[in-house]
């Protein structure tokens, strides 16, 4: 039999609304799980009819009704334009009414949280690093506590209260990471989560369209350290260079965490694309995630996993389970060597890539692919030009540059005379780099989401069901 999360009239006295019962079923007062999508509703569950810039969930309740919901929440204005009572009445379902849905979920989803008063919560958010940093978080601390984290990147607005809700009752921990596409987003997750502990990875470019200069990002980012109380952690990374204003007005205790942080750690060794050897409380640890930016994300995952108080053997372990993300410095071998980190971005982070490249000794040629950074807004002439000028003194033996924006990084790579070409197409890009590559090239894949490099995996690679 299915536990309901929550009954209808508690959560209705929880949230102020208003709650229009039409259920015959005294086991339909409550619901076992939530969607925002009526494709994917269960039986039982509490659809949260969304107001979306294309679609409108309110046209999705009956829908969602005759796939099993047990309940709808909607906005009280949208009654009467999508007939919504009467949908309810005819399918024995119940209403619960609010002003403004997405608030009413993220809402439910805070209220739903305090159910569990032993959880630690714990809140992730950083401009790169932060799906890395909470999976090796994740990894850690399951080695001994029953775990809970966000699935994939569901760290928005919409995606966390999701999240939220997988919390049970034998679940000890919960990783949660928090992402940002608009001003005020960071601090409204951290008031849904209200974390016991708190860490920021990095202060970089990410998303600087919508904020206009770092500093702004700071004070975002620093959201998450909001509602953190006395005997909560807030964790800062000790090299970033906006450390100090990141630690100011906390109402919690300060810690920074990084290499010299750890009594523990003795001993670094780069093994390139195997990732890095640690010696750590005298144990070897083989981490697999190549790159320097990896190793800063498993110090930051430590950092909480110490904090949460996990043995040294479990962040072993821990450490050791850990395997690349999809499009996050994975490595695909096959006629070349692919380095496909192209699931997103910034300055910051194709600065990374490329330096971790340069720095892995390989016998044949390198060949960079790089594309678009996007969401940098009105800086995106200036950091794309730097990036030209950055990847003129790389050690590439050619630079493919793909997408409209890198268009700016051209004339510095022209100045310095070094080997590359632009495509603006991607099957024209796909032939350039077909009749260029030869066997046991290194490639490296660097761009945006929107750019969607791993689509020349299969050419470069040779190697079938790549993605």
Request: include cysteine; aromatic fraction near 8%; proline fraction near 2%.
């Amino acid at each position: 039999m299915v536990t309901n999360l929550l009954g209808f009239g508690e959560l209705s006295a929880l949230l102020n609304a208003r709650h229009i019962s039409f259920s015959t079923n005294s086991q339909n007062s409550g619901f076992s799980s939530v969607a925002i999508d009526s494709r994917v509703v269960k039986e039982g569950a509490l659809f949260f009819a969304l107001e979306g810039a294309v679609c409108d969930g309110h046209s999705f309740v009956k829908s969602a009704f005759d796939k099993g919901a047990s309940a709808a929440m909607v906005a009280e204005n949208k009654l009467e334009n999508f007939d919504l009572e009467n949908i309810a009445k005819k399918s024995g379902k119940d209403l619960i009414v609010v002003e403004n849905t997405l608030r009413g979920f993220q809402d439910s989803a805070r209220v739903y949280l305090k159910k569990f008063p032993n959880l630690v919560k714990i809140g992730i958010t950083g401009s790169s690093g932060k799906t890395t940093t909470k999976e090796i978080t994740a990894a850690i601390i399951s080695q001994e506590k029953n775990t809970v984290m966000n699935k994939g990147n569901l760290n928005s607005e919409t995606g966390l209260p999701l999240s939220v809700f997988e919390v049970r009752d034998h679940h000890e921990v919960g990783v949660f990471e928090l992402g940002m596409n608009r001003p005020n987003e960071i601090e409204e997750l951290s008031f849904i989560l209200k974390p016991n502990i708190s860490l920021i990875t990095n202060i970089g470019s990410a998303h600087i369209e919508y904020f206009g200069s770092k500093i702004k990002i700071v004070n975002e980012k620093k959201s998450v350290y909001k509602y953190l109380k006395d005997d909560d952690t807030a964790l800062i990374p000790e090299n970033d260079e906006f450390k100090n204003e990141l630690a100011k007005d906390i109402n919690a205790k300060v810690k920074y965490y990084g290499a010299s942080s750890f009594n523990e750690l003795k001993k670094v060794n780069p093994l390139g694309l195997d990732g890095t050897e640690l010696f750590w409380a005298g144990e070897k640890i083989i981490f697999a995630l190549p790159g320097k930016h990896s190793l800063e994300d498993a110090f930051a995952a430590i950092a909480i996993a110490k904090e949460v108080g996990v043995s040294n053997n479990s962040i072993k372990q821990g450490l050791e389970s850990v395997k690349p993300l999809f499009g996050r410095l994975e490595i695909v071998r096959g006629r070349t060597t692919v380095i496909r980190d192209c699931y997103n971005a910034n300055p910051e982070s194709t600065a990374k890539a490329v330096e971790f490249c340069d720095s892995v000794e390989w016998n044949t040629r390198k060949i960079y692919v790089i594309a678009d950074m996007l969401e940098l807004g009105d800086n995106s002439q200036a950091e794309h030009e730097k990036l030209g000028a950055f990847l003129a003194e790389c050690g590439a033996d050619k630079v493919f540059l793909f997408g409209k924006e890198i268009k700016a990084a051209v004339s510095y790579l022209q100045a310095k005379g070094k080997n590359f070409s632009y495509e603006n197409e991607i099957n024209t890009l796909s032939a350039s780099l077909n009749k260029y590559v030869k066997k046991d090239d290194l490639v490296l894949l660097k761009g945006s989401r929107g750019c969607a490099l791993e689509r020349l995996s299969e050419m470069l690679t040779g190697e079938k069901n790549v993605l």
